[in-house]
């Protein structure tokens, strides 16, 4: 089954540190473009991060210099560093994975052909004033 799981959430002091990972199975995971996105209590979902199969990475402006999203694709997990944590990045976050959008691309450990979206299950990231 095609999947994604979120970890490394939890409860920090401001100014401090998480990483959060996003484990995929099942599917071609180097082949897709990877995104973080949170959502706090009563706000829109919001991408946090994005890094693309081809490992270019972009950032939403408040987490910029704060934040590094990277990848390991012999380890099928994506990563989310986070550092020098406030209280308003407090959020369940979720990771998605995006394959290429050609209609005619194959996914040979899916066996799904065209477009595929995976998203997680989220993780809680509360950071203490």
């Known amino acids: 089954q095609v999947r994604l799981v979120a970890s490394g959430g939890g409860l920090v002091e401001r100014g401090g540190s998480l990483r959060l990972s996003c484990a995929a199975s099942?599917?071609?995971?180097?082949?897709?473009?990877i995104s973080w996105y949170r959502q706090a209590p009563g706000k829109e979902r919001e991408l946090v991060a994005n890094i693309t199969s081809n490992g270019v990475t972009e950032y939403v402006v408040s987490v910029k210099g704060r934040f590094t999203i990277s990848r390991d694709n012999a380890e099928k997990t994506a990563f989310l560093q986070m550092n020098s944590l406030k209280p308003e990045d407090t959020a369940e976050y979720l990771c998605k994975a995006e394959s290429p959008s050609d209609s005619r691309w194959w996914d040979p450990d899916a066996r799904v052909r065209g477009r595929l979206e995976v998203w997680g299950q989220g993780t809680r990231v509360t950071v203490s004033t």
């Open positions: 099942k599917f071609s995971f180097k082949d897709y473009d």
